[in-house]
């Protein structure tokens, strides 16, 4: 509804509730800083003061001094990593023959991947539990990897054949006249040209897999492969009071995330909104 | 989809019915390899589904009619699990939690998400700017988010700003943090913070693809600007709108980890029920699984029920 305010009221109405809107979006996270950056006075002290009266790294120091979090932090960038690679890997081929060759059970393999997106992580913890058990895996990476890659698959591998959909057709076409198969057609024409696509999909798996929970409470039990998101909430009990170090490792995953998405965030708003409006 | 087999013989026009024959014999064989590539290529992904989600669903199920005792042999039970689960009233409460937690933070996520998603469909300065900060808090960790609000709502303390500014605006006087209605009250609201914007930029795809000239064309006809909300955008929108209320309902439905983490392990739903059997009493495991399969069966319900009441596509 494009197009000039019809009065100066509509206007004001309209700045206002954008204005709050940012504000609310960003406040909290504004708010975690300063926690992360007072001292401890300053945090127990009672009336909260909008702006810091203090600042000290304290809270950091305590965090990055605490083995746990510091090995959460890499069991995360593993796991979500290992992920991110068996996703794209699995995900772009399928994706492929899915946006570009003809098959017949092309319609009822699109839909089984994709029905992935809407079931319920939670219908699947007791067997897996049990399997692992008898593995003897709980507690390992791949407990985690393993339902993370079910989960991260049908988002790699829609975001991958909208992408691959939108490529001109007539650059496949003139690899084909020239005599490439279609496995060469992907690895030296479809593959290069959809780096950007790839690596935002990577991007989005890597922060699926980064921000997962369920899987990881329950299928990692101490901190030698706990990642961090679940060893954050762990410090509300350790670190009771000492509310600096909680808001402190919150920054510590908030920040680098937010960046991450902030810089890609055209390509990303792109690629997860290109179904909805179909 | 367009043509992707082309033999040596495009271009040229065949001029009998041999030529045809030979043309096709050239066609079919590349499709046949082509078709057979498909299924190669699709195959891990495939594989990976039926192994990590169909196989585990199903023995889910049959786990559902057992009574299992991890490591021990099962015995088949009928619906025992289920009505025992029924009857539980941990289960009572997740099912009421779950079912508040829902209702409540997808429709007033729907509401804001639309009203953010038509300020933001106009051109403005500061319009970039307003869209990027939407995407930050999606990116969360739901966990941490739920982390840092639990700061926020701590009673009597300098990090609690939302608790203080709730108590001094007089709506409620109580700790939060202490009351399962409040907590639940309050994780909507965290809930609602996180994924408003991502709901507001989902709409907002929807908007942008209506086409301006009818709303110049309804204007000309002398609509306001409500007539043209409610006649044109509302329904013009709805198909993006419902894929985006269906996937959010199911999102909230297995809620999780924000209501385990404000509710510091307290705090039940339906899938902390399921977590507190598998994981943490191995006596309630078979509850546990009889409550997944439950919350799987409900979404299934609640997909269905969009599908055919609201008309939506859930795939593709």
């Known amino acids: ?278 | 989809m367009a043509e992707s087999a082309t033999g040596p013989g495009t271009g040229t026009r065949p001029s009998g019915g041999f030529v045809l024959a030979a043309l096709r014999t050239v066609r079919n064989e590349v499709t046949d390899k082509e078709r057979r590539l498909a299924y190669i290529l699709v195959t891990p992904a495939v594989v990976i589904i039926l192994a990590i989600a169909l196989v585990p669903l199903l023995y889910a199920i049959w786990l559902s009619f057992q009574e299992t005792i991890i490591n021990q042999s099962s015995s088949f039970v009928g619906l025992q699990n289920y009505v025992e689960m029924l009857q539980d009233s941990d289960f009572h409460s997740a099912l009421i939690n779950t079912t508040v937690f829902t209702v409540l933070s997808v429709s007033l996520e729907l509401v804001a998400g639309m009203a953010i998603a038509l300020a933001l469909s106009r051109a403005f300065k500061g319009r970039g700017i307003a869209r990027a900060t939407a995407l930050a808090p999606w990116a969360l960790p739901p966990a941490i988010a739920a982390v840092m609000w639990r700061l926020m709502f701590q009673d009597e303390v300098g990090g609690g700003i939302v608790a203080y500014l709730i108590k001094s605006s007089g709506i409620y006087t109580h700790p939060i943090l202490g009351s399962d209605t409040a907590l639940v009250m309050a994780a909507v609201l965290v809930d609602a913070w996180k994924t408003t914007p991502f709901m507001a930029l989902l709409l907002l795809a929807g908007l942008q693809v209506i086409p301006q000239d009818v709303y110049e064309a309804s204007k000309v006809d002398g609509a306001t600007s409500w007539q043209q909300f409610w006649r044109i955008t509302l329904p013009l929108v709805r198909p993006a709108m419902l894929v985006a209320l269906l996937f959010r309902t199911l999102d909230a439905w297995r809620v999780y980890d924000l209501l385990w983490v404000m509710g510091n392990r307290q705090l039940n739903s339906l899938s902390v029920y399921v977590y507190n059997g598998v994981k943490i009493s191995q006596l309630d495991f078979s509850l546990g699984n009889a409550a997944a399969v439950f919350v799987f069966l409900s979404s299934i319900a609640i997909a269905v029920v969009f599908i055919k009441v609201l008309g939506t596509r859930a795939v593709d």
């Not at chain 1, 109405?13 to 609310?24: E, G, K, N, S």
């Not at chain 1, 081929?93 to 997106?117: C, D, Q, W």
């Not at chain 1, 492969?225 to 600096?244: D, H, K, L, S, W």
């Open chain 1, 1 to 278: 509804m494009g197009g000039e305010f019809e009065t100066r009221w509509g206007k004001i109405v309209f700045y206002t509730l954008i204005i709050l809107f940012v504000l609310m979006t960003v406040s909290p996270l504004l708010w975690m800083a300063k926690l992360a950056l007072v001292s401890q006075t300053e945090l127990d002290a009672y009336p909260p003061r909008i702006l810091p009266q203090s600042l000290e790294l304290t809270s950091f120091e305590t965090i990055f001094g605490d083995n746990r979090f510091r090995s959460g932090l890499i069991n995360s960038v593993i796991i979500a990593g290992v992920t991110t690679v068996i996703c794209l890997s699995v995900g772009s081929i399928a994706a492929y023959a899915l946006a570009r060759l003809k098959f017949g059970l092309r319609g009822p393999v699109l839909s089984t991947i994709l029905a992935v997106a809407f079931f319920p992580a939670v219908a699947i913890i007791a067997p897996l539990f049990l399997q692992f058990s008898n593995w003897g895996i709980v507690n390992t990476y791949q407990a985690m990897i393993i339902p993370d890659v079910l989960f991260a698959l049908p988002l790699t591998v829609y975001l991958l054949v909208a992408y691959f959909r939108e490529l001109p057709l007539d650059i496949e076409e003139a690899a084909k006249v020239d005599g490439a198969g279609p496995m060469q057609t992907f690895f030296r024409v479809t593959l290069p040209l959809s780096i950007p696509g790839v690596v935002t999909t990577g991007l989005l798996c890597f922060i699926f897999a980064a921000t997962e929970f369920l899987f990881a409470n329950t299928f990692a039990f101490d901190p030698s492969t706990q990642p961090v998101t679940v060893i954050i909430p762990q410090f509300a009990t350790e670190y009771r009071t000492n509310y600096g170090a909680q808001a402190a490792a919150s920054m510590v995953v908030t920040v680098p995330l937010t960046i991450l998405v902030l810089a890609f965030q055209r390509r990303i708003v792109s690629g997860l909104t290109a179904g909805a409006v179909k």
